[in-house]
């Protein structure tokens, strides 16, 4: 459990370390501009760690799942090499999607002084100021939306209900407590990172969802 935290927690101070410094000299300073280099590689990083951490909120749930139906067999299961191996795959994975995606964004044509309406440079953010028309590489992100966040979140829910359900089976209340407080904090983090990106990114079309999703992706950062 501490060692896919500690990855966790390396994951979110680059999330927040990529975006944030920038984002504050845009909130205080008189000038709102970021370099067509800087938006790039914001958004190359910030693909690869929000793909990175929809694989690895997956990998802790099947961790718990294990520890909990399954405890006698926790230390044989989840044995070093596959932790290592699961944790190279969600950063494997998240790469993977940043590189597919993020040269796939900045082959549509941009005018030279464009206003990316949103507090970092993210793909439904430059799809707005685009003079292309667009609808390719929103089907790839609406598919790749189904991929990191739909199908992981589904994986979660049905992990954690396994989980209730052996709990549900010890006699001991002081048991179950025990087995629902290593499951609570890493639901609420399940809670807020997919309830506020899948907005982002799932949600319609529209002025107000634009406007709805720069707020949640200040959430999701801070």
């Known amino acids: ?10 994951l979110d101070l680059c999330f927040t370390s990529s975006c944030v410094p920038q984002m504050l000299v845009n909130f205080w300073g008189p000038e709102k501009t970021i370099s067509y280099i800087g ?6 990083v910030f693909l690869w760690l929000g793909a990175t951490e929809c694989v690895l909120l997956v990998v ?20 070093p090499k596959l932790c290592l191996q699961l944790a190279i795959f969600a950063w494997g994975t998240g790469l993977i999607q940043s590189l597919i995606q993020s040269p796939a ?32 590489i929103e089907i790839r992100m609406f598919v790749a939306s189904i991929i990191l966040l739909v199908v992981p ?10 989980v209730a359900k052996a709990v549900l089976r010890i006699k001991s209340t002081a048991g179950q407590k025990k087995a629902f407080g290593t499951c609570t904090s890493h639901l609420l983090v399940v809670s807020l990172f997919y309830g506020t990106v899948t907005a982002v990114y799932l949600q319609p079309k529209s002025r107000y969802a634009h406007e709805q999703g720069k707020f949640l992706t200040l959430f999701t950062l801070l």
């Open 39 to 44: 938006c790039t590689v914001q958004l190359y």
């Open 153 to 162: 979140l589904i994986i979660i829910l049905a992990s954690y209900g396994a």
């Open 60 to 79: 802790m749930a099947l961790d718990r799942c294990v520890a909990v139906c399954h405890p006698l067999k926790y230390t044989t299961v989840m044995h």
């Open 105 to 136: 964004t900045f082959q549509l044509p941009f005018c030279s002084h464009q206003t990316v309406d949103d507090i970092v440079c993210e793909v439904p953010a430059l799809i707005q100021v685009s003079s292309a028309d667009t609808i390719y």
């Open 1 to 10: 459990m501490y060692y896919f935290l500690s990855n966790l927690s390396l």
